[in-house]
């Protein structure tokens, strides 16, 4: 049989196969894949966990996964047909080997030609475990290709995220290992190096020059929600800092790379990431703050929370500045902000630049002020950017006015294209590991967090310091005022 040529041809292998991402993130993008015709006959799925669940059941659950979307069931019924499971304990080295014959059954049923995606879907602890398994199992193909997803964290500092790459090192090349940071996926994410490189006029003023100031954004609306127990190990600034902040830094800040691919963009991003000012711990007092939300009479408080510990000191906020050594960035602040139970939820970026050196218009008016041009990237809810400048009001005489470039992507056009989780897909299906983080970004963006993390653990907190519903502590908006500068989005 010809095949189509976007058919992409593998056999998944999911550790983790009942769990929440699974159901929610990797079987609805699948069904995407497939429906898109990116999968299509060629493929199969062996979902594996602890559970001792049948073909017919888990066939159900995946069928239930995909019940938001619109679908024809005859469709469903087809794509789940390619979906196996096998009840297996991670540390069982018997179970290796009956999903070794369960592989090459399904290889020769499907035609897989040797490969093989494997996705680790479980806690991080297990991470080494099955792959030291995979390898002396000999469940990797000589023929086809053997790549391996890794969902975050990514240790919990350098030291145990190094153990953990010297772990899958021992079974996977560099160029085999997919980490996932699903802000990497997104539509706008996506779209800064093309607004950076495609763009002269703002690759011209890209620099200490013209850029006074860049925050970056991630504001959540909920609480810990269902992630409890690993938020109250983890708290905001190794969720959320060390892996999508430093990301979006690193995609706003590095040179332009030689080529648009992953060789490229990988040296210049951990570049960047190298060049990060590191702090010294009476830095660390000044330059980083923390925050956890206390409680009102609707909003429980973050110690409060179920299966948090009532005398937590964890960060559910995080706001801080970045300051970077090289040439290009030298003085200008990178403020960065992420927490719980803020005002909204979204994600954005605004680049400030430096205001005009002379106001020749306020002989006319003292009220002809000049408006700060800054450059918002909304990443979401609304994806697009808006350009404030400064105008002429319309009509006699003259007076300036501050006035918006606005853009947003169609919001039909946005919900019909691909989330996160099926990018990342189609690109592993593709080889391509341009948008995922490469060990050597992984170890500089931990290097830059432990300094932080290690004063915060040697200093206790006077938490909780934040209102449900705000934008954080006093103090984070104190870091900017201290430099004569504010938030561009307040509360
Ligand atoms: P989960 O607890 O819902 O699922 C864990 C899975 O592991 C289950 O299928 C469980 O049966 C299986 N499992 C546990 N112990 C096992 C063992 N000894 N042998 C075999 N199977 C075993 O977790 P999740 O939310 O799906 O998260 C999975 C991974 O993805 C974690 O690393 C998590 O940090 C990461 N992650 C999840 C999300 C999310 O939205 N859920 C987001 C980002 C990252």
């Known amino acids: 049989m010809k095949l189509m040529s976007k058919e992409k041809i593998a056999l998944f292998t999911i550790f983790g196969g009942t769990g929440d991402l699974a159901r929610r993130k990797l079987y ?5 894949l497939y429906r898109k015709g990116y999968l299509q006959d060629h493929f199969a799925v062996i ?31 087809k794509f789940a047909s390619h979906f196996y499971y096998q009840s297996h304990d991670v540390t069982d080295v018997q179970h290796y080997i009956t999903l070794k014959k369960l592989s090459q059954k399904l290889d020769d049923q499907y035609g897989l030609q040797g490969n093989r995606i494997f996705y680790l879907a479980m806690a991080p602890n297990f991470f080494g475990t099955i792959a030291s ?50 802000y990497l996926g997104k539509e706008m994410i996506q779209n800064i190096p093309a607004m950076r490189f495609g763009n002269q006029i703002l690759e011209a003023l890209w620099n200490h020059d013209y850029i006074d100031n860049v925050q970056i954004t991630l504001s959540e609306k909920l609480g810990v ?63 980083f703050v923390r925050g956890q939300y206390g409680a009102t009479d609707t909003v429980t408080g973050y110690r409060q929370e179920d299966k948090i510990e009532p005398d937590s000191t964890m960060d559910s906020f995080v706001a801080g500045k970045i ?43 003292a009220e002809n002020q000049l408006a700060t041009n800054v450059l918002t990237i909304n990443v979401e809810p609304e994806a697009g950017f808006d350009l404030q400048m400064t105008g002429k009001q319309v009509g006699q005489g003259f007076a300036t006015m501050p006035v918006n470039l606005h853009y947003q992507h169609d919001a039909q056009e946005l919900a019909d294209s ?46 909780p310091n934040y209102a449900p519903g705000s934008m954080g502590p006093q103090a984070a908006d104190d870091l900017l005022t201290r430099d004569d500068r504010q938030w561009v989005y307040k509360d």
Request: hydrophobic letters at 35%; proline letters at 4%.
């Open 418 to 463: 691909p989330e996160a989780y099926e990018r990342l897909l189609h690109d592993i299906l593709n080889g391509d590991a341009t948008n995922f983080t490469h060990w050597h970004q992984v170890a500089a963006s931990w290097k830059f967090v432990d300094v932080i993390q290690k004063y915060w653990d040697e200093h206790q907190p006077e938490f």
């Open 47 to 77: 979902g594996t966990a602890r559970r001792p669940w049948t073909d017919e059941h888990y066939h159900e659950v995946i069928a239930d996964s995909l019940a938001d979307l619109d679908v024809d069931d005859a469709l469903v019924q």
């Open 133 to 182: 398994h995979l390898r002396s199992e000999n469940i990797l193909t000589p023929n086809g290709f053997n790549r391996v997803i890794i969902e975050k964290p990514f240790g919990r500092d350098y030291a145990t995220a190094k153990e953990l790459n010297d772990q899958l090192s021992a079974t996977f090349n560099e160029n085999q290992i997919y980490r996932i940071d699903h």
């Open 323 to 365: 300051m970077i050594d090289n040439e290009r960035w030298s003085g200008v602040p990178f403020y960065v902000r992420t927490g719980k139970r803020l005002k909204d939820k979204f994600t954005r970026i605004d680049v400030v630049f430096k205001q005009p050196l002379t106001n020749i218009f306020q002989n006319l008016s």
């Open 225 to 287: 929600e269902e992630r409890a127990v690993y938020y109250d190990n983890s708290g905001a600034l190794r969720d959320m800092v060390q892996n999508h902040i430093l990301q979006i830094l690193s995609l706003l800040t590095m040179e332009q790379p030689a080529n648009f691919d992953e060789d490229g963009v990988n040296a210049e991003k951990v570049k960047v990431l190298e060049s990060l000012h590191q702090y010294t711990s009476d830095e660390v007092s000044t330059n």
């Open 28 to 32: 609805p993008s699948l069904f995407n």
